[in-house]
T-cell receptor, first 113, second 115 residues
Framework: DSGVTQTPKHLITATGQRVTLRCSPR?????VYWYQQSLDQGLQFLIQ???????AKGNILERFSAQQFPDLHSELNLSSLELGDSALYFC????????????FGAGTRLSVL | AQTVTQSQPEMSVQEAETVTLSCTYD???????LFWYKQPPSRQMILVIR??????QNATENRFSVNFQKAAKSFSLKISDSQLGDTAMYFC????????????FGAGTRLTVKP
């Protein structure tokens, strides 16, 4: 168990809808990273938050947004969903005692029908 | 921008044998971290091993070891005494020295351990 909690594990929704993915980091970690993994592909970095502030942005679509709350949990909001958004979305946390390591949650599998 | 290349999409190995997965990367940085993550069928991302670029000694974790060649920008993973549970996707990843940077992942190598 990595200590990173992601909910829900699975999401099935329709095109055009909006969903929210939630991530609770490991105790003591200040950074949260979001990644997207499409079928049989590597992980693509979306966005990072550090102690409530956006720190880095990757290939995140304008339809996607994220935030980190005072208790350090983070939410990734995906709107106007398209079929191509179907993927596994990972959250990772870091920045704690093991500063150079990112620990991954189990992921949320999003299926857009 | 840093890129990570894994040139072996798929590999297989017989149980108890040794296999080496290749990874190369491109960076202009002098200090950075390199990682190997394992993704079994459960899809969980599991850290296998990490290497700090400033360390000359290759990292080792039980049956897993790396061959880090900084000048060649190469970071291969050797799995000794392969076990059926080693069957997974293996991703090589690069991260800059700064604490707040994301990781760049390779496309992955699918390893199958055969009984």
């Amino acid at each position: 168990d990595s200590g990173v909690t992601q909910t829900p594990k699975h999401l099935i929704t329709a095109t055009g809808q909006r969903v929210t993915l939630r991530c609770s980091p490991r105790s003591g970690d200040l950074s949260v990273y979001w990644y997207q993994q499409s079928l049989d592909q590597g992980l693509q970095f979306l966005i990072q938050y550090y102690n409530g502030e956006e720190r880095a942005k990757g290939n995140i679509l304008e339809r996607f947004s994220a935030q980190q709350f005072p208790d350090l949990h983070s939410e990734l909001n995906l709107s106007s969903l398209e079929l191509g958004d179907s993927a596994l979305y990972f959250c990772a946390s870091g920045g704690g005692l093991a500063k150079n390591i990112q620990y991954f949650g189990a992921g949320t599998r999003l299926s857009v029908l | 921008a840093q890129t990570v290349t894994q040139s072996q999409p798929e590999m297989s190995v017989q149980e108890a044998e040794t296999v080496t997965l290749s990874c190369t990367y491109d960076t202009s940085e002098n200090n950075y971290y390199l990682f190997w993550y394992k993704q079994p069928p459960s899809r969980q991302m599991i850290l296998v091993i990490r290497q700090e670029a400033y360390k000359q000694q290759n990292a080792t974790e039980n049956r897993f070891s790396v061959n880090f060649q900084k000048a060649a920008k190469s970071f291969s993973l050797k799995i000794s005494d392969s076990q059926l549970g080693d069957t997974a996707m293996y991703f090589c990843a690069f991260r800059e020295w700064s604490n707040n940077n994301d990781m760049r992942f390779g496309a992955g190598t699918r390893l199958t351990v055969k009984p």
